[in-house]
């Protein structure tokens, strides 16, 4: 009795908040599940429930699979020209360099400014006029004398959701380099200096004694990378607005929601997009939570 | 914040010729001529968005965009001003007062959650943080019906219509509620670092919890006020996705009044980007001036790295 009233009062202060995930973040995710096994095809209708279906009939539509595809290539290359970006520039100042503070405030601050302010320019920049029409980076390339550079970035069919990803690798890349020079920093020095006492080189010293301490931070970054890309959202629309030559699931959620007006079809989108994340986020979470357990 | 300069003196004493040390000298320059050409990379973006914002109607041509303005006018800034100003407004009325919500919420459940825990409370903690990753458009529809469902409720009760969905408070207790778990995280990680013995104290000399936490706590957590109301208020200036589905012509803010006026043909080069200048101070301001506090929310962000 005596301990149930230790911990009784902390229950109560957080019940407020208890209640609200459970409604905003679980009931809904429940309710949009359910939805999303409906046929409420128009926004009058009941809808009734038809299982699955809804789930399989997406993969039979050509703009579906098209904006499936588009997510997974600007997930690979903006996940690995985040992290490969975010590491080199953390390895650069790792050892501590002149102006390291200005340094770090420059490359951190694109996380500050939203993307619907940024992708004014870089839709701009990524302009796909090339030579005498040329504007924005291809015109930079142009006046260098570098047109083999010049492009159609994000016009490209094939290859225009990389190029999507460069103005989210410029916003990100700071982030990981922060997350990765905390990292760099946590290595204590003595475990360095053994191992150079040891006869270590400084490149073997990084490929045994840094490189694996730096493990969990990589798995960090990866899982915010990640959850972010799958979600891409702001950034589509304010640099190339709602195209499908750059569709992802997001944008095509809004496309269901707001001009196919069709509920059960948005909310089975959002329910992909949901497992998605869910995938890998899940595992994350409760391995964090088993780590923090153990002492 | 503080460099330190090379760390180890057991290179070069192994390496008497010096060598090492020219070295040193030589990967010194390599990495610091490549930090800079980053760095001028990276402020690309920020070059074209000031010297645009800055030109008259006639020189916003795109052939001339990397040329800086022959003439310098603050025309693009005052029409920018014009038109966003009500989305500014909307931002502020949103952005501070959810901001100190969330961290008063926040803050309450770190306590509880670090020092004054119950049985299930990992649990439960991480059962909050996975509402830190959820894609919200995984929760977008049904919150639409739940807030327009609040309308009905509140205008019976008190005869105003549109108080939630379409209109302000609706996207603030959005962003509060969904802000629950970072809030909780960061105050969560700062409150672990209180010594557990300052509690028990207080305990044995016969305070409560709210008493210990009005006390004992809450003093000390400046900081971490700090942090959360720095990082909730950037994340709700810069928000789309809730702003977009969830407001109407009157109450949205500036993301997506910007959107609207940048999305469109008609408007010149130059005051789309002073627009989106314009939209960026609160937030870049609040960079500079407490980076360090924005910086800590960004790390919490990563758990425990």
Redesign the interface.
């Known amino acids: 009795m005596t301990r149930v009233r230790r911990w009784l009062p902390g229950l109560l202060l957080v019940t407020p908040s208890i209640i609200a995930i459970a409604v905003f973040v679980y009931g809904m995710l429940g309710w949009n599940f359910r939805l999303a096994m409906t046929d409420k095809h128009d926004e009058v209708s009941e809808g009734s429930f038809v299982g699955l279906e809804n789930f399989v009939s997406l993969w039979d539509q050509k703009r579906w699979g098209i904006s499936v595809n588009h997510a997974i290539v600007f997930t690979v290359v903006f996940v690995a020209g985040a992290l490969v970006l975010g590491w080199l520039l953390a390895f650069l100042m790792e050892k501590g360099i002149r102006g390291e503070g200005t340094f770090r405030t420059i490359y951190l601050f694109p996380m500050a400014i939203s993307f619907v302010a940024t992708g004014v320019v870089w839709r701009w920049l990524m302009n796909s006029g090339q030579d005498e029409r040329a504007v924005g980076l291809n015109r930079l390339f142009d006046s260098l004398g570098l047109d083999f550079l010049q492009w159609e970035w994000f016009r490209n069919p094939d290859w225009g959701m990389a190029a999507m990803a460069i103005p989210a690798i410029w916003q990100m890349s700071g982030y990981v380099m922060a997350l990765f020079l905390a990292g760099f920093r946590g290595v204590p020095e003595d475990l360095r200096e053994a191992a150079r006492v040891d006869g270590c080189t400084e490149w073997q010293v990084y490929r045994h004694i840094v490189l694996p301490l730096l493990r969990p931070v990589t798995l960090s970054a990866l899982i915010i990378l990640g959850h972010i890309s799958l979600k891409v959202f702001d950034l589509i629309m304010a640099v190339s607005g709602k195209q499908i030559i750059t569709d992802v699931p997001a944008v095509f959620m809004w496309v269901a929601v707001f001009d196919s007006h069709d509920p059960a079809k948005g909310a089975t989108i959002a329910s992909y997009i949901v497992l998605a994340v869910s995938l890998f986020v899940i595992p994350y979470l409760v391995w964090t939570l088993r780590k923090e357990r153990r002492p | ?1 503080t ?6 003196p ?2 070069q004493v192994r390496d008497p010729g010096g060598r090492a040390r020219r070295r040193a000298g030589w990967t ?1 320059g390599v ?2 001529t ?2 800079i050409a ?2 001028v990379v ?4 920020v070059y ?2 000031l010297v645009t914002s800055f030109k008259p109607l006639t020189e916003a041509d ?2 001339r ?2 040329a800086l303005p022959e003439v310098w006018t603050l025309q693009p800034w005052r029409v920018a001003w014009e038109k966003l100003a009500p989305g500014i407004w909307n931002s502020v009325l949103l952005a501070v007062p959810g901001a100190l919500i969330s961290a008063v ?1 926040g803050s ?2 770190g ?3 670090s020092k ?4 299930g409370a ?3 903690f ?6 830190m ?11 639409v ?2 807030l327009v469902k609040f309308n009905e409720i509140t205008q019976d009760l008190t005869g105003v219509p549109g108080v939630f969905y379409g209109a302000i408070p609706g996207l603030l207790l ?1 962003h509060v ?2 802000g ?2 970072i809030c ?1 995280l960061i105050f969560r990680n700062y409150y672990v670092t209180i010594p557990d013995e300052l509690i028990e104290a207080s305990r044995v000399d016969g305070a ?3 008493r210990t936490y009005w006390s004992v706590v809450l003093p000390v957590s400046g900081p971490a006020f700090a942090v959360v109301i720095i990082w909730q208020f ?1 994340s709700m ?5 809730f702003a977009v589905f969830l407001t109407g012509p009157q109450s949205w803010p500036t ?1 997506v009044m ?2 609207n006026i ?2 469109a043909q008609t408007v010149p ?1 130059s005051q ?2 002073a ?3 314009l ?2 101070i609160p ?2 301001v ?3 001036l407490l ?1 360090r506090f ?2 800590r929310g ?2 919490a ?5």
């Open positions: 914040m460099v330190t300069e090379t760390r180890s057991s290179a010194r990495r610091l490549l930090l980053f760095l990276f402020l690309i973006p074209v968005l795109p052939g965009a990397w919420l309450m459940n306590y509880v959650l004054w825990r119950f049985p990992d649990v439960l991480t059962l909050f943080l996975f509402g990753f959820i894609p919200y458009q995984g929760v977008m529809i049904p919150l019906q739940l959005t509620v969904y629950i778990p909780t409560g919890m709210l950037t200036w810069n928000d789309f996705l993301t910007l959107n940048a999305g080069y789309q980007m627009a989106a200048l939209a960026s937030t870049m609040i960079y500079v980076g924005f910086m960004l790390m962000g990563a758990l425990k790295g």
